[in-house]
């Protein structure tokens, strides 16, 4: 069975980082898509930042030039580094992985791990 597993959330002041992780295990995992979302409460769950097989990155809008993703194919993890972070990027972050090119679409993942929170105070 597929699992995915993030790590490194935590709290954080405004203009601050954090590092997350995503180990992921049981799939050929450098033929798969993979993202970050994010849930706020009473919000639905957005979609942060995605990684193609070849390298190729996608952002939001909002997380663009403050948020890098990145992946090491042999270490079956993939990251999110999260600088100048604001109190709108508070959420439980969610790792994903598709085989489609989909990068965006909530909808195309199969697969999410259980994630992880990042709160950041003003």
């Known amino acids: 069975q597929v699992q995915l597993v993030e790590s490194g959330g935590g709290l954080v002041q405004a203009g601050g980082s954090l590092r997350l992780s995503c180990v992921a295990s049981?799939?050929?995992?450098?033929?798969?898509?993979m993202g970050w979302f994010r849930q706020a409460p009473g919000k639905e769950r957005e979609f942060v930042a995605g990684?193609?097989?070849?390298?190729?990155?996608y952002y939001a809008d909002s997380v663009k030039g403050r948020f890098t993703i990145s992946r090491d194919n042999a270490q079956n993890t993939v990251y999110l580094q999260m600088n100048s972070l604001k109190p709108e990027d508070t959420a439980v972050y969610y790792c994903?992985?598709?085989?489609?090119?989909?990068?965006?679409?909530?909808?195309?993942?199969?697969?999410w791990g259980q994630g992880t929170q990042v709160t950041v105070s003003s």
């Open positions: 994903a992985a598709t085989q489609s090119i989909a990068v965006r679409a909530t909808i195309a993942y199969n697969y």
């Open positions: 990684i193609i097989r070849n390298g190729n990155t």
């Open positions: 049981r799939l050929t995992f450098n033929t798969y898509t």
